[in-house]
């Protein structure tokens, strides 16, 4: 069975740039999440979706934006990239919580 | 707001046993998950813990305690190959808040 899989794994963009980051949660899966990990830090919340609808955001500013469609899959949308979008983003997707999430091995972006 | 405490580094010798804590402050709390992440690698989900006492998965034990917020994974008969970051993290309803890791380094 295919896992979670994220494109591209690796990006460089120059800042003020936008960036679209894509996800496909392992099949059966309706709820996916994306995090920012930067080095050395755990990994922070941005969103997650369930069926389409948006049902969490975490503590990031409006540039960041999701969506989900309706194979499930979703894109994260990054607007005026800073240095500080520097990290990595990972995608996650789960049956519950109890189950755990799946993570995807996540996009290396880099600003400059 | 959300807190979690963990140490930064742990060493510990193959074959041995090895406890991480985890003391949590959080506003709403579903549960307590414990992840693995490997240089470079994705977070592996290891084990969660919705209810007080002790869960385990082969050489793996998580605890929790919700009245004193706090939990640990035990790692048992620890291998070279357990050397990686480990992630304790607050269930919140729809989001994961992870604390910033413990570094474990498993020496011969």
């Known amino acids: 069975d295919a896992g979670v899989t994220q494109s591209p794994t690796h990006l460089i963009k120059t800042r003020g740039q936008h960036v679209t980051l894509r996800c496909s949660p392992i099949?059966?899966?309706?709820?996916v999440s994306w995090y920012q990990q930067v080095l050395g830090q755990g990994p922070q919340f941005i969103f997650q979706y369930y069926e389409k609808e948006e049902r969490g955001r975490g503590n990031f500013p409006d540039r960041f934006s999701a969506r989900q469609f309706p194979n499930y899959s979703s894109e994260l949308n990054v607007n005026a990239l800073l240095l500080g979008d520097s990290a990595l983003y990972l995608c996650?997707?789960?049956?519950?919580?109890?189950?755990?999430?799946?993570f995807g091995s996540g996009t290396r972006l880099t600003v400059v | 707001g959300q807190s979690l405490e963990q140490p930064s580094e742990v060493t510990a010798v193959e074959g041995a046993i090895v406890q991480i804590n985890c003391t949590y402050q959080?506003?709403?709390?579903?549960?307590l998950s414990w992840y693995q992440q490997h240089d470079g690698g994705a977070p592996t989900f290891l084990s969660y813990n919705a209810l007080d006492g002790l869960e385990e998965t082969g050489r793996f034990s998580s605890f929790l305690s919700r009245s004193d917020s706090y939990g640990y994974l035990l790692l048992q008969e620890l291998q070279m190959k357990d050397s990686a970051s480990y992630f304790c993290a607050v269930d919140s309803g729809y989001a994961l808040n992870f604390g910033k890791g413990t570094s474990l380094l498993v020496t011969p």
């Open positions: 996650a997707s789960s049956l519950s919580e109890r189950d755990g999430y799946t």
């Open positions: 099949s059966g899966h309706k709820s």
């Open positions: 959080t506003s709403g709390f579903y549960g």
